[in-house]
């Protein structure tokens, strides 16, 4: 009986590994596949495995040109050679499942936390690719850019001139938008303030954008294969026309508000007055983890109209306002003729507005 229990346990624990392998195999082969560079499987497994060492600090892993070793209080607990094709994806899912196999026999607090060594492992896999690349705990903390309790729009007119603050692009963005300007149809002028505002959905703003916009290309997105462009373009469902639109932006303002951006400033349709916004013109795509936890990982980059990236360079403003303080005379920031505009947190800054209203009278 002894015996036949022997071969059951020992059948259980081959069918576990397996599970385990199949884990990490799917797990690499979706992050090489969507990523929009090229990834070095050897060195993102390396580096990956060092998450091991946020479950037990004694668990360290080194990794050579012939070999990656498993320490325990610097002692090797277990040494593999690389795989004679550096980039096979089963043979590191294999070395993977076998080092938390022999992390979990050496550890007492691998053991412990053995439920947690996916996720340490998995949120290691980001930092080797690009820094908009990220791991979550879920779906939710994902898709939330941490403005859960915090209002996404705001809209007021003044001086007959409404003001849109967007905190981030969501569902809402369109609809709320699109009744402001609906409700005021006398306003003279529009200002879009996106100082501040971190992104959200890049299908919106192309979606806010498409209102100022009868023709002509709003972004344009590539992956991995660059001849593969996908063409975002305006259509006829303009309803703010032959009026002055301005957007204020700042170091702050990123993703999809620097596509909206770069779409109004590149048609000419608004006046961009702020400073050199962050430069993150990448789209990431979701996979869910088995653990419940998601890796948003880099698979397209955003282009401006005119093929500009957005990436890493930002939208410069037309006026610059960095560091310029609120009793500066506007005339003057208007006469001065800037290089680059260095970046800058600007979100409670009133000279923007000013500079507005003194533009708007010029024309008047």
Request: aromatic share 8%.
């Amino acid at each position: 009986m002894k015996r036949y229990l022997s071969v059951i346990v020992l059948l259980f624990c081959v069918f576990v590994s397996n599970i385990a392998v199949a884990s990490w195999q799917n797990v690499y082969q979706e992050v090489k596949d969507a990523y929009v560079g090229d990834v070095k499987i050897q060195e993102l497994v390396s580096k990956a495995l060092k998450g091991l060492n946020k479950i037990d600090k004694d668990l360290n892993v080194g990794s050579g040109v012939k070999s990656v070793t498993l320490y325990y209080k610097g002692r090797v607990v277990d040494s593999v050679n690389v795989p004679d094709d550096e980039n096979d994806v089963s043979k590191w899912a294999e070395i993977t499942a076998r080092f938390v196999d022999k992390a979990i026999e050496k550890s007492s607090k691998a053991q412990e936390k053995d439920f947690m060594i996916f996720d340490a492992i998995a949120s290691e896999i980001p930092k080797v690719l690009d820094k908009d690349s990220k791991f979550f705990e879920s779906f939710d903390e994902a898709n939330g850019i941490n403005i859960k309790n915090k209002r996404t729009f705001a809209a007021r007119v003044e001086d007959n001139i409404i003001t849109a603050k967007i905190v981030a692009f969501n569902k809402q963005t369109l609809i709320e938008l699109t009744n402001a300007i609906k409700d005021n149809k006398n306003a003279e002028a529009l200002i879009l303030d996106l100082r501040g505002c971190a992104g959200g959905m890049s299908s919106e703003a192309i979606l806010v954008a498409d209102l100022f916009l009868d023709n002509g290309i709003i972004s344009s997105v590539s992956g991995k294969n660059k001849n593969e462009a996908i063409y975002y373009n305006a259509d006829e469902n303009v309803i703010w026309k032959n009026k002055p639109v301005f957007i204020l932006v700042d170091e702050n303002t990123a993703s999809a508000a620097e596509i909206l951006t770069a779409a109004l400033k590149e048609q000419g349709i608004a006046k961009v007055i702020g400073t050199t916004t962050k430069g993150k013109g990448t789209m990431q795509k979701l996979i869910g983890l088995e653990t419940g936890s998601v890796l948003a990982i880099t698979n397209s980059m955003f282009y401006t109209p005119a093929n500009n990236e957005i990436n890493d360079k930002g939208i410069s403003p037309d006026i610059c306002t960095f560091e310029e303080k609120e009793n500066t005379d506007i005339n003057e920031i208007l006469a001065r003729k800037y290089g680059y505009c260095h970046k800058e947190s600007r979100e409670n800054s009133e000279i923007e507005r000013k500079i507005v209203l003194n533009l708007l009278k010029k024309d008047n």
